[in-house]
């Protein structure tokens, strides 16, 4: 039986939810990205592009990894640029990419010390109810891993 990763605590990122800039009518609204993220079980993120959400904390107070072999190949072939790779689906979830997750996770817990990982799941453009299943499943698989 696996070790219980219990010393990493997991949040996420604007760019799980397809957001690249500060302001795009193809993102997710900063609101719902904030609600998903809470939704998702996640306790933390990173702030995203500077001008998405914003930045009085009083205002936001109110309100509150991995790629794909196949597809890496190919954009590596092909000279692709990281914007256009997302695009094509290069960003998977674990443990379906690479590199091997497992191995760093039980490294990290054996370092005997409370640790944070955002876990960034690179979409742009998205569909909006992409987003959350595919943030609850990320935030699950180190739990599935012996957690």
Same mark, same amino acid.
């Not at 609101?31 to 009085?56: H, I, K, M, N």
């Not at 790629?67 to 190949?73: F, K, N, Y």
């Given at each position: 039986?696996?070790?219980?990763?219990? !010393?990493? #605590?997991? *949040? @996420?990122?604007?760019? @799980?939810?397809? +957001? !690249? &800039?500060?302001?795009?009518?193809?993102?997710? %609204?900063?609101? #719902?990205?904030?609600? =998903?993220? /809470?939704?998702?079980?996640? @306790?933390?993120?990173?702030?995203?592009? $500077?001008? $998405? !959400?914003?930045?009085?904390? /009083? !205002?936001?107070?109110?309100? +509150?990894?991995?790629?794909?072999?196949?597809?890496?190949?190919?954009?590596?072939?092909?000279? +692709? %640029? &990281?914007?256009?790779?997302? #695009? #094509? *689906?290069?960003?998977?979830? %674990?443990?379906?990419?690479?590199?091997?997750?497992?191995?760093?996770?039980?490294?990290?817990? *054996?370092? *005997?010390?409370?640790? &944070?990982?955002? +876990? =960034?799941?690179?979409? $742009? %453009?998205?569909?909006?109810d992409r987003p959350l299943p595919t943030a609850v499943r990320t935030r699950d698989f180190p739990r599935s891993r012996g957690a």
């Amino acid at each position: 039986m696996a070790p219980a990763l219990d !010393r990493i #605590r997991i *949040g @996420s990122a604007p760019d @799980s939810w397809g +957001v !690249r &800039f500060p302001d795009d009518p193809l993102q997710v %609204p900063w609101e #719902r990205f904030l609600d =998903e993220v /809470a939704e998702a079980g996640c @306790s933390w993120t990173e702030p995203g592009p $500077y001008g $998405y !959400r914003p930045t009085d904390p /009083a !205002r936001l107070t109110d309100e +509150v990894k991995q790629v794909d072999p196949g597809i890496l190949a190919g954009v590596v072939e092909d000279g +692709v %640029p &990281f914007g256009p790779a997302v #695009r #094509r *689906g290069m960003m998977c979830e %674990p443990p379906t990419g690479v590199p091997d997750l497992e191995p760093v996770l039980v490294a990290a817990q *054996g370092l *005997g010390v409370e640790l &944070f990982a955002i +876990v =960034e799941q690179d979409m $742009y %453009p998205c569909e909006p109810d992409r987003p959350l299943p595919t943030a609850v499943r990320t935030r699950d698989f180190p739990r599935s891993r012996g957690a």
